[in-house]
């Protein structure tokens, strides 16, 4: 069997002295798991084209056990993310997230799509840091099948409150007239711009604007409903948040 696709890596472990073993995310396929044959030679023409974030055009073959990458054609490599470990970390969360929601033989064109779009904001440096993980993590989640109920207040019904209540262990809202012990209280421009993330078309939903103070705020409600639906130690977050003090 051959497949021909665009991926990207988002996973990448050394096998032996030379070869690489990488995970993709692909848009007709999901995750695509592919031994790279002497990848690790210098002179390899795959050596550069199948490393973490490399977005590629892969010509693929099965093996008898596996996929083996016969060939890429490099699209991006995202090479500024190597100049700040604030970035590079944080795509490494982004790479792991995207791994711990998808599957193989699933298609994930919407995914895919934003993981590359959240890696050229990254690297663009234009907008803050806080923001692209907090619609990274929110939109994510929605593709995976974890979206919050943000329609209206799950116990009234109403629309918004000047405040209102987010509660990252159900995923609901509540509005300021029925608030929910547990649940963090939220200014109502929050609540749209949540709203604005999970439910707008994909090519826009970066473009909202919020103070520096309830953008940290976006960022603490996405990260903690994130660890909440994924139940599991995120090593890149640890590390992207300790290098935050």
């Known amino acids: 069997m051959r497949r021909t696709t665009k991926g990207l890596v988002i ?4 096998i032996g002295e030379s070869d690489r073993l990488v995970t993709l995310l692909t848009a007709d396929f999901g ?8 990848a690790k030679q210098l002179k390899s023409r795959l050596n550069s084209a199948t490393t973490l974030f490399a977005y590629c055009n892969f010509s693929l073959y ?3 056990d596996a996929f083996v990458v016969d060939d890429a054609v490099p699209i991006e490599v995202f090479f500024n993310l190597r100049q700040d470990i604030d970035r590079l970390s944080l795509a490494q969360y982004f790479a792991q997230l995207a791994y711990e929601l998808s599957a193989e033989e699933q298609p994930q064109e919407e995914l895919l799509r934003l993981t590359l779009n959240s890696l050229h904001l990254l690297c663009k440096g234009e ?14 989640l929605c593709l995976g099948g974890y979206m919050p109920s943000v329609l209206a207040c799950d116990h009234c ?8 209540y987010f509660d990252t262990m ?9 608030q929910k012990a547990g649940a963090v209280p939220v200014p109502k421009n929050v609540i749209t711009a949540i709203r604005f993330i999970c439910l707008t078309e ?12 309830n953008i940290l705020l976006l960022g603490s409600i996405a990260e903690k409903y994130t660890l909440i639906r994924i139940q599991r130690r995120l090593s890149a977050l640890e590390f992207y948040k300790g290098l935050q003090g």
Request: glycine content about 6%.
């Open 202 to 213: 994909p090519t826009k939903i970066f473009s909202f604007s919020l103070s520096d103070e």
């Open 62 to 64: 099965r093996s008898k």
């Open 170 to 178: 159900e995923g609901r809202i509540y509005c300021g007239n029925c």
């Open 127 to 140: 907008k803050s840091i806080t923001q692209i993980k907090a619609v990274f993590e929110f939109r994510a």
């Open 157 to 164: 019904g109403t629309y918004e409150t000047p405040l209102m």
């Open 11 to 14: 996973k990448e472990q050394t």
């Open 31 to 38: 995750l695509v798991k592919a031994f790279v044959r002497r």
